[in-house]
């Protein structure tokens, strides 16, 4: 399949919209500043328990600060370039740098208030104090002088400002107390810099008690012993955030490795792009800095509060299950359960099965961090490099651990004697100087290294195992939404899939041999590759949907994605909404469409979850005509890989997205889509404007949260012997998504669970619906008024269920009521 074949669908056009319109377009840089509402939203929320709370303050900074470095540094980049060109929505680089900074304010003064009056009052409540220094007994400060004195003095240096001292630097996200000190002898004040120091702990702990001072406190009010003999006039708490785009052009760098060695170095002197500073510094304390830093007014934010509140996460480790959230250990697969016995029950007989045994009896999905990635995902790459069948292991690599089992299993296979080759990405913003180490480590093993692509990122979670069998070479993939990094996969929700396909297989062995040869075919079985077949294809998709519409013909798309930013994409999307195909979005943060625009994305619905996990993983579902009677259709199709919806995962990165064929692999991705969009606990629904509504369960309906639901049902599921998916059953969702491979085909076909009963079957005859539900049964559905739901139905029980599609209205009543 090549890049022209996937494009032979002609794009529906309305004559009355034009989709270049800027205003039908909202602007990148905002709607991430919106989804970090979202999350600064959960540590407002009271429903939270306390100390979650605490860590999504600590969340918010970390996402901040990144944003400041890479979207508004790059935004002030352009600027400084003179850059006028406009994005989708019409905004030039310098109004979007403007608009950027004039939201970021309000958001970071509700950050502080949100710590100052509803956390630090709660936290106090609940026998954990951070104390203000003047709020300590004598004791508690002679404590703190001796302290000071003894393990933070000797790793300061203050740095002085005046004729004989230059400027100091300041690193990037320090935090920092600025003093003006005089000398008896002198009028004029003298400005000096003191780092806060990062290697010491920044909640300083008073005796064995839950109480605690800042270590900046314990700095400002002990500074006599630090700067002697001068008066200290006044201090000021600042924090700076400098430029991460630091770029050289890689067409003319002569090595990669000095090439990223470089541009890390230059980020530390980068540009700075913001100040933090306390509200009631001192004027000239201000202005030295401002002054000396050559920042516009716009980029100083006075703010109360401590500035920094990366390092409060730290109160998270104290044993106080009353104030957490209960606590999630990753389950096993049940398919990848160790089935060796025990060692006094083994002898020399015994034959353990392998991965690659259990792979070979059909897919396996993995879901992260619901499935434990060590048993998983390091399994198989630890099994292939001790098994003496295996010939060779590949994998691409974007970030990983500092101490990654991962390269550690990959080193161990080239010690046996496997052909190892590794695809590190040494341009993955933030972990290159991480990646640079391991491609050290590996190329000392012996293993041949890419480093990536010139032009292009390496995005791509791949891993290939070649094994000798009796019957010629196997091959043994994986295929992932997440990075190979078992601590983000604690944390991060992601998809993987172990096959045995053939086509899968092959399709990665072109993939890699592209990392280390000279070019990338446009050729593939299987897999959507970016940048060659994957917009084509989801574009085709796509047009396809709106083509069923067109025809009168049920026609649905979900698509659960991190960003959905691309113009081209969402202009695709318009069309089909206009063409009458009903579209869920599931879109963590930057989604440029504006859902529900009168003739234009009525059809569209735009869906967000925050929760305790941050939500990584990428599924699309087309429905492709597989409801329809009057057209040939091999049924739905279902995708999962590691490409956004976002303009540089479809041009400027290699992407690999796998099609998932096993209807029981389906089911449960059905089951996860479905799922998002029935939670009323972290849902938000986006409005035309950009803003976001959360959703709250009706009075009388139980809560949906679709994180906590997937711990128990994979609990669940870890907990029965005969298990044999992720998940075993159906949660009580609606969903009118379809599994089937094929027109009439029983939703249960397929399956490896024997008491998958409960899934929708429509009965045909002749091709046609025997009668119409809505037809059957009246009185048991009407139109609800809502501006979300286009139908409501009775349930046995009493209940209402809420469904946006007639489809989806008919499987409801035949399950209930046939």
Same mark, same amino acid.
Not at 255 to 265: G, N
Not at 498 to 504: E, I, K, P
Not at 741 to 746: F, I, P, T, Y
């Given at each position: 399949?090549?890049?022209?074949?996937?494009?032979?669908?002609?794009?529906?056009?309305?004559?009355?919209?034009?989709?270049s319109?800027?205003?039908?377009?909202?602007?990148r840089?905002?709607?991430?500043?919106?989804?970090?509402?979202?999350?600064?939203?959960?540590?407002?929320?009271?429903?939270?328990?306390?100390?979650?709370?605490?860590?999504?303050?600590?969340?918010?900074?970390?996402?901040?600060?990144?944003?400041?470095?890479?979207?508004i540094?790059?935004?002030?980049?352009?600027?400084?370039?003179?850059v006028?060109?406009?994005t989708?929505?019409?905004?030039?680089?310098?109004?979007?740098?403007?608009?950027?900074?004039?939201?970021?304010?309000?958001?970071?003064?509700?950050?502080?208030?949100?710590?100052?009056?509803?956390?630090?009052?709660?936290?106090?409540?609940?026998?954990?104090?951070v104390?203000?220094?003047?709020?300590?007994n004598?004791?508690?400060r002679?404590?703190?002088?001796?302290?000071?004195?003894?393990?933070?003095?000797?790793?300061?240096?203050?740095?002085?400002f005046?004729?004989?001292?230059?400027?100091?630097?300041?690193s990037?996200?320090?935090?920092?107390?600025a003093?003006?000190?005089?000398?008896?002898?002198?009028?004029?004040?003298?400005?000096?810099r003191?780092?806060?120091?990062?290697?010491?702990?920044?909640?300083?702990?008073?005796g064995?008690?839950?109480?605690?001072?800042l270590v900046?406190?314990?700095?400002?009010?002990n500074?006599?012993?630090?700067?002697?003999?001068?008066?200290?006039?006044d201090?000021?708490?600042?924090?700076l955030?400098?430029?991460?785009?630091v770029?050289?052009?890689?067409?003319?760098?002569?090595?990669l490795?000095d090439?990223?060695?470089?541009?890390?170095?230059?980020?530390?002197?980068?540009s700075?792009v913001?100040?933090?500073i306390?509200?009631?510094?001192h004027?000239r304390?201000?202005?030295?800095?401002?002054?000396?830093?050559?920042?516009?007014?716009?980029?100083i934010?006075?703010?109360?509060?401590?500035?920094?509140?990366?390092?409060?996460?730290?109160?998270?480790?104290?044993?106080?299950?009353?104030?957490k959230?209960?606590?999630?250990?990753?389950?096993?697969?049940?398919?990848?359960?160790d089935?060796?016995?025990?060692a006094?029950?083994?002898?020399?007989?015994?034959?353990?099965?392998?991965?690659?045994?259990?792979?070979?009896?059909?897919d396996?999905?993995?879901?992260?961090?619901?499935?434990?990635f060590?048993d998983?995902v390091?399994?198989?790459?630890?099994e292939?490099?001790?098994?003496?069948?295996v010939?060779?292991?590949?994998?691409?690599?974007?970030?990983?651990?500092?101490d990654?089992?991962?390269i550690q299993?990959?080193?161990?296979?080239a010690?046996?004697?496997?052909?190892?080759?590794?695809?590190?990405?040494?341009?993955?913003?933030?972990?290159?100087?991480?990646?640079l180490?391991?491609?050290?480590?590996?190329?000392?093993?012996?293993?041949?290294?890419?480093?990536?692509?010139?032009?292009l990122?390496?995005?791509?979670?791949?891993?290939?195992?070649?094994?000798?069998?009796?019957?010629?070479?196997?091959?043994?993939?994986?295929?992932?939404?997440?990075?190979?990094?078992?601590?983000?996969?604690?944390?991060?929700v992601?998809?993987?899939l172990l096959?045995?396909?053939?086509?899968?297989?092959?399709?990665?062995?072109t993939?890699?041999n592209?990392?280390?040869?000279?070019g990338? @075919?446009?050729?593939? /079985?299987? !897999?959507?590759?970016?940048?060659v077949?994957?917009? +084509?294809?989801f574009?085709?998709? &796509? *047009? %396809?949907?709106?083509?069923?519409?067109?025809?009168?013909?049920?026609a649905?798309?979900?698509?659960?994605?991190?960003?959905?930013?691309?113009?081209?994409?969402?202009?695709?999307l318009?069309?089909?909404?206009?063409?009458?195909?009903?579209?869920?979005?599931?879109?963590?943060?930057?989604?440029?469409?504006?859902?529900?625009l009168?003739?234009?994305?009525?059809?569209i619905?735009?869906?967000?979850?925050?929760?305790r996990?941050?939500e990584?993983?990428?599924?699309?579902?087309f429905?492709?005509?597989?409801?329809?009677?009057?057209?040939e259709?091999t049924?739905?199709?279902?995708?999962i890989?590691s490409? @956004?919806?976002?303009? /540089?995962? !479809?041009?400027?990165r290699?992407?690999?997205?796998? +099609?998932?064929?096993?209807?029981? &692999? *389906? %089911?449960?991705?059905?089951?996860?889509?479905?799922?998002?969009?029935?939670?009323?606990?972290k849902?938000?629904?986006?409005?035309?404007?950009?803003?976001?509504?959360?959703q709250y369960?009706?009075?009388?309906?139980a809560?949906?949260?679709?994180?906590?639901?997937?711990?128990?049902?994979?609990l669940?599921?870890?907990?029965?012997?005969?298990?044999?998916t992720?998940?075993?059953?159906?949660?009580?969702v609606?969903?009118?998504?379809?599994?089937?491979a094929?027109?009439g085909?029983?939703?249960?076909a397929?399956?490896?669970?024997?008491?998958r009963?409960?899934?929708?079957?429509?009965?045909?005859?002749?091709?046609?619906l025997?009668?119409?539900?809505l037809?059957?049964?009246?009185?048991?559905?009407?139109?609800?008024?809502s501006?979300?739901?286009?139908?409501?139905?009775?349930?046995p029980d009493g209940?209402?269920?809420?469904?946006?599609?007639?489809?989806?209205?008919?499987?409801?009543l035949?399950?209930?009521?046939d």
């Amino acid at each position: 399949m090549t890049a022209e074949e996937t494009l032979d669908i002609s794009p529906y056009e309305p004559a009355s919209v034009d989709l270049s319109d800027p205003d039908l377009y909202l602007n990148r840089e905002l709607s991430e500043l919106a989804f970090q509402r979202r999350v600064l939203h959960e540590a407002l929320d009271d429903r939270n328990p306390l100390l979650e709370r605490v860590r999504f303050l600590s969340i918010v900074t970390r996402n901040l600060d990144e944003f400041v470095m890479k979207r508004i540094g790059g935004l002030k980049q352009q600027v400084e370039a003179g850059v006028t060109e406009r994005t989708a929505d019409g905004r030039t680089p310098k109004e979007q740098w403007a608009e950027a900074h004039e939201t970021l304010g309000p958001m970071l003064t509700k950050q502080a208030n949100c710590y100052s009056e509803m956390l630090r009052p709660a936290l106090a409540e609940a026998g954990i104090d951070v104390l203000d220094y003047d709020d300590l007994n004598a004791a508690e400060r002679t404590e703190m002088r001796e302290y000071f004195e003894e393990s933070v003095l000797p790793t300061l240096t203050p740095l002085s400002f005046d004729p004989a001292h230059p400027f100091p630097f300041i690193s990037n996200r320090s935090l920092s107390l600025a003093v003006l000190t005089r000398r008896p002898d002198s009028d004029d004040p003298t400005f000096t810099r003191i780092k806060i120091p990062p290697n010491r702990p920044r909640l300083v702990q008073l005796g064995d008690d839950s109480r605690y001072v800042l270590v900046e406190d314990v700095v400002r009010h002990n500074l006599d012993l630090l700067l002697p003999n001068v008066d200290i006039v006044d201090t000021a708490l600042f924090r700076l955030t400098r430029n991460a785009e630091v770029r050289r052009n890689e067409e003319v760098a002569e090595d990669l490795i000095d090439m990223i060695e470089e541009v890390l170095e230059q980020r530390r002197f980068a540009s700075v792009v913001r100040m933090e500073i306390e509200s009631d510094a001192h004027p000239r304390i201000r202005a030295t800095l401002r002054n000396q830093l050559d920042l516009d007014e716009r980029e100083i934010y006075d703010l109360d509060g401590p500035l920094d509140y990366r390092e409060f996460a730290s109160l998270t480790d104290l044993e106080r299950p009353d104030l957490k959230l209960e606590s999630w250990t990753p389950q096993p697969h049940p398919r990848l359960r160790d089935r060796r016995p025990a060692a006094f029950e083994r002898d020399e007989h015994d034959h353990h099965q392998s991965v690659f045994d259990d792979i070979d009896e059909g897919d396996i999905l993995l879901h992260h961090p619901y499935h434990d990635f060590g048993d998983t995902v390091q399994r198989f790459l630890s099994e292939a490099a001790n098994d003496p069948d295996v010939l060779a292991v590949k994998a691409a690599i974007y970030r990983t651990a500092s101490d990654s089992q991962i390269i550690q299993s990959l080193i161990e296979a080239a010690k046996n004697g496997k052909q190892v080759a590794v695809m590190v990405e040494l341009k993955a913003r933030f972990d290159e100087q991480n990646n640079l180490e391991w491609v050290r480590r590996l190329e000392e093993n012996g293993i041949h290294v890419a480093y990536g692509t010139i032009g292009l990122k390496t995005h791509t979670k791949t891993a290939l195992v070649v094994r000798d069998a009796e019957d010629g070479v196997n091959l043994y993939s994986h295929v992932g939404t997440g990075n190979y990094h078992s601590e983000t996969a604690k944390g991060y929700v992601d998809l993987g899939l172990l096959t045995a396909d053939r086509d899968v297989g092959q399709d990665l062995v072109t993939l890699f041999n592209f990392f280390t040869g000279p070019g990338l @075919d446009e050729e593939f /079985r299987k !897999l959507l590759i970016a940048p060659v077949t994957m917009r +084509p294809e989801f574009t085709r998709c &796509i *047009r %396809r949907e709106a083509q069923h519409a067109q025809a009168g013909r049920p026609a649905r798309i979900v698509a659960k994605v991190n960003g959905l930013e691309d113009p081209d994409i969402v202009a695709e999307l318009y069309r089909a909404s206009m063409a009458g195909v009903d579209i869920d979005l599931i879109v963590r943060d930057i989604c440029r469409l504006r859902p529900g625009l009168e003739d234009v994305s009525e059809n569209i619905t735009v869906h967000s979850v925050v929760g305790r996990f941050l939500e990584h993983s990428r599924v699309f579902y087309f429905e492709n005509g597989a409801r329809a009677t009057d057209c040939e259709t091999t049924g739905p199709e279902y995708y999962i890989g590691s490409a @956004d919806w976002m303009t /540089r995962n !479809l041009d400027y990165r290699v992407e690999a997205v796998t +099609p998932v064929e096993d209807p029981a &692999i *389906r %089911r449960q991705l059905r089951f996860v889509l479905a799922l998002m969009l029935a939670d009323n606990r972290k849902r938000w629904t986006m409005n035309a404007d950009g803003s976001y509504d959360q959703q709250y369960p009706k009075d009388g309906e139980a809560v949906v949260n679709t994180q906590e639901i997937l711990m128990r049902e994979t609990l669940k599921a870890s907990r029965r012997e005969d298990a044999e998916t992720g998940i075993l059953a159906d949660y009580p969702v609606d969903s009118d998504l379809l599994v089937q491979a094929s027109r009439g085909e029983s939703e249960s076909a397929g399956t490896a669970s024997a008491d998958r009963t409960d899934a929708p079957v429509q009965s045909f005859d002749g091709g046609q619906l025997l009668s119409d539900p809505l037809d059957r049964y009246p009185e048991k559905w009407y139109r609800p008024d809502s501006d979300v739901y286009d139908y409501a139905v009775r349930t046995p029980d009493g209940e209402r269920r809420y469904l946006k599609t007639r489809d989806g209205v008919a499987s409801l009543l035949e399950r209930l009521y046939d």
